[in-house]
């Protein structure tokens, strides 16, 4: 046991992510998302992701394996499981936003770009 710090900090088009931990067993990140602004609608052939809202508003946009289109929009508290191959996108509604997700291990190539 030791206490360290995160062993990874991503600039993104959208804000940033915080990796806290990825292994075999599972990844734990937090995602920052500024106001209006989007991250890439995408999916994941082998991660399950959870989310929850630790800050903010988001809007999130699902398509579901039937090609239906869903918004859900999220605010602080609020927690939200994405199945693997889940097409999903954020979209920053308040000025920023903090999500914190849970999932199985992140794998760079594992995220396929819609």
Same mark, same amino acid.
């Given at each position: 046991?030791?206490i360290?710090?995160? *062993?990874k900090?991503k600039?993104? $088009?959208?804000?940033h992510?915080?990796w806290i931990?990825n $292994? #075999?067993?599972?990844? =734990?990140?937090i995602l920052? *998302?500024?106001a209006?602004?989007?991250s890439s &609608?995408?999916?994941h052939? &082998?991660?399950d992701?959870t989310? %929850?809202?630790?800050e903010g508003? *988001?809007l999130?946009k699902? !398509? &579901?394996k #039937?090609?239906i289109e869903?918004?859900?929009e999220?605010n602080k =508290?609020?927690? &939200?499981?994405?199945?693997?191959?889940?097409k999903?996108?954020?979209i =920053? *509604?308040a000025?920023?936003?903090e !999500?914190f997700?849970? $999932?199985?291990?992140?794998?760079? #190539?594992?995220?396929i %770009?819609v």
């Amino acid at each position: 046991m030791k206490i360290s710090k995160p *062993i990874k900090f991503k600039e993104k $088009s959208w804000g940033h992510e915080v990796w806290i931990h990825n $292994s #075999d067993k599972y990844c =734990g990140k937090i995602l920052v *998302i500024e106001a209006r602004k989007s991250s890439s &609608l995408h999916y994941h052939k &082998l991660k399950d992701e959870t989310f %929850y809202i630790q800050e903010g508003k *988001i809007l999130v946009k699902v !398509i &579901l394996k #039937d090609n239906i289109e869903k918004e859900f929009e999220m605010n602080k =508290g609020d927690v &939200l499981d994405i199945p693997k191959g889940t097409k999903h996108q954020f979209i =920053g *509604i308040a000025e920023k936003s903090e !999500i914190f997700e849970v $999932s199985t291990e992140h794998f760079d #190539d594992d995220s396929i %770009y819609v």
